[in-house]
């Protein structure tokens, strides 16, 4: 039940296309949803994060929208560059970031 | 602001010898800190919570006797894996969570190869 699934496994995407990455949950008690961007051998940093009382949030290019009846939330990346390519990990927090449980991840690859 | 740091960045150790790594929160104290652990490829598995002068808080699954875990200040924890075999090759990974703050901060890692 503190699972929390993300596709697709890998995406590519075209310079300024939108990529999309998918997450579900089943753990009602999970206070914020936040987004992490991992480069290869680095710590994962803080994209965007949401609350589950807000249905969509948006900074810059990446968009949180937040679904609570389908328990699924998703992130848009608006004018994806080369740059953004990494891997991105959608999580689920207990206790106000006391816990993070983390999806399984999606290593984007955007073309030039 | 809101920096974490660790080292070493990677370490190289025999069969059976001990490593320990170092994460430091540099600007901020840190109430809670975490110990994560990632293989190549895959997410990242929470070890354990550890929070300043208590005992740490394993995950079900992660040995603590293994993998011991100090927090000696607000801005300092430590990880030692003992007696480390091959198996425990991995990239290891601290986070501190800064009361009020809506996030983990996490540090760079470090990669551990057991030869």
């Known amino acids: 039940q503190q699972q929390v699934k993300q596709s697709p496994q890998s995406l590519i995407v075209q310079k300024g296309g939108i990529s999309i990455i998918n997450c579900a949950y089943e753990?009602?008690?999970?206070?914020?949803f936040p987004w992490y961007q991992q480069f290869p051998g680095k710590g994962p940093a803080l994209l965007i994060a949401?609350?589950?009382?807000?249905s969509e949030k948006k900074e810059g290019r990446f968009t949180i929208s937040f679904n609570k009846s389908a328990k699924q939330f998703s992130l848009h990346i608006m004018d994806s560059q080369p740059g953004d390519s990494a891997t991105y990990f959608c999580a689920a927090t207990l206790e106000g970031f006391q816990k993070l449980v983390f999806g399984t991840g999606t290593r984007l690859l955007v073309s030039p | 602001g809101a920096v974490v740091s660790q080292h070493p960045s990677w370490v190289i150790c025999k069969s059976g010898t001990s490593v320990k790594i170092e994460c430091r929160s540099l600007d901020f104290q840190a109430t809670t800190m975490f110990w994560y652990r990632q293989f190549p490829k895959q997410s990242l598995m929470l070890m354990a919570t550890s929070n300043e002068g208590s005992k740490a808080t394993y995950e079900q699954g992660v040995e603590k006797d293994k993998f011991l875990i100090n927090h000696a200040s607000l801005t300092l924890s430590t990880l030692t894996v003992t007696s480390a075999h091959p198996e425990d090759s991995s990239f290891y990974i601290c986070?501190?969570?800064?009361?009020?703050?809506?996030?983990?901060?996490f540090g760079p890692g470090t990669r551990l190869l057991v030869l």
């Open positions: 949401i609350r589950p009382d807000v």
């Open positions: 986070s501190a969570h800064r009361q009020g703050r809506e996030t983990q901060y």
């Open positions: 753990n009602t008690a999970f206070d914020y």
